[in-house]
T-cell receptor
């Protein structure tokens, strides 16, 4: 079964600075990978996803992520954060269309992003 | 517009009451899910469904039950609510098991 690790529980970044949120996964084959964002009291919104092809994926709100098979990582980046980016960020992995993972996606525990003025 | 809806958004009830949290989606997805999430914490899968008349328990044991009589509708029921059930409940759907999940806005439940 697949697993996801988000090593940073909290990250504090100054407004205008660059951001990188880490995500490591464990899965035997090429997985499907996702990043979601959750604002307080809201559901999750998809930022971007990777299924195959180009390993650098562009998403909404100026976010991008890079799939690195050798490091089993799918880190989320943004060149310049805005105060509105403060939220909870979740990385998720699917079983890559193998038909396994009857319970859908596996989510990480989340990283709480704080933006300093 | 394709979307996923949850009602109510907020619910405060007393111990012992029976409640049903509603979830509906207009995307025609076969796969639907219920997650439980405490504030600022991780998501725990409590129920999922492959399609009509299919329901399965998730990773986290829950005293709630679900039903799937129609493709678009996946309600969650608590027969007798307790303070330990206080949490946020998120509903999601997807076109296939490993694909993108679309989330509703959530129901924040408080049991007094």
């Amino acid at each position: 079964a697949q697993s996801v690790t988000q090593p940073d529980i909290h990250i504090t970044v100054s407004e205008g600075a660059s951001l990188e949120l880490r995500c490591n996964y464990s899965y035997g084959a090429t997985p499907y990978l996702f990043w979601y964002v959750q604002s307080p009291g809201q559901g999750l919104q998809l930022l971007l996803k990777y299924f195959s092809g180009d390993t650098l994926v562009q998403g909404i709100k100026g976010f991008e992520a890079e799939f690195k098979r050798s490091q089993s990582s799918f880190n989320l980046r943004k060149p310049s954060v805005h105060w509105s980016d403060a939220a909870e960020y979740f990385c998720a992995v699917g079983a890559g269309g193998s038909g396994g993972g009857a319970d859908g996606l596996t989510f990480g525990k989340g990283t709480h992003l704080i933006i300093q003025p | 517009e394709a979307d996923i809806y949850q009602t109510p958004r907020y619910l405060v009830i007393g111990t012992g009451k029976k409640i049903t949290l509603e979830c509906s989606q207009t995307m025609g997805h076969d796969k639907m899910y219920w997650y439980q999430q405490d504030p600022g914490m991780e998501l725990h899968l409590i129920h999922y469904s492959y399609g009509v008349n299919s329901t399965e328990k998730g990773d986290l044991s829950s005293e709630s039950t679900v039903s799937r009589i129609r493709t678009e509708h996946f309600p969650l029921t608590l027969e007798s609510a307790r303070p330990s059930h206080t949490s946020q409940y998120l509903c999601a759907s997807s076109e296939w098991p490993d694909g993108e999940q679309f989330f509703g806005p959530g129901t924040r439940l408080t049991v007094l």
